[in-house]
């Protein structure tokens, strides 16, 4: 069984910094993509950040230029350094990522429990 964990949210002033974390644990055997989402509240979840694994880095619009996704190794764990935040970034942040397992013949989804970045003005 494979644990995706979140680490690094909290409270900052706008125009601040946080660094989220994502750590995957279990028997892993290769991570496809790494990608990190948020929730507002009241609306559905929305991918924000991507890695391809040996490949590059995309991002939503909104964040694009403020927010940068980074891994060390191909199988994590991976961050979301989030830079100049606004209030419209509070929402809960989920880490998910495409995971082959020994016994898996594809990478399946795993997903975080989400940690909330609350972004004052």
């Known amino acids: 069984q494979v644990e995706l964990m979140e680490s690094g949210g909290g409270s900052v002033q706008s125009g601040g910094s946080l660094k989220l974390s994502c750590t995957a644990s279990g028997r892993i055997r290769s991570i496809f993509t790494m990608s990190w989402y948020r929730q507002f509240a009241g609306k559905e979840r929305e991918m924000i950040a991507a890695?391809?694994?040996?490949?590059?880095?995309h991002y939503h619009n909104s964040v694009e230029g403020r927010f940068t996704i980074l891994s060390d190794t191909d199988r994590g764990p991976w961050y979301l350094q989030m830079d100049n935040l606004r209030p419209e970034d509070t929402a809960v942040y989920t880490c998910h990522g495409a995971i082959m397992t020994p016994t898996s013949l594809v990478g399946l989804d795993y997903w975080g429990k989400g940690t909330l970045v609350n972004v004052s003005a």
């Open positions: 890695l391809v694994t040996g490949g590059s880095a």
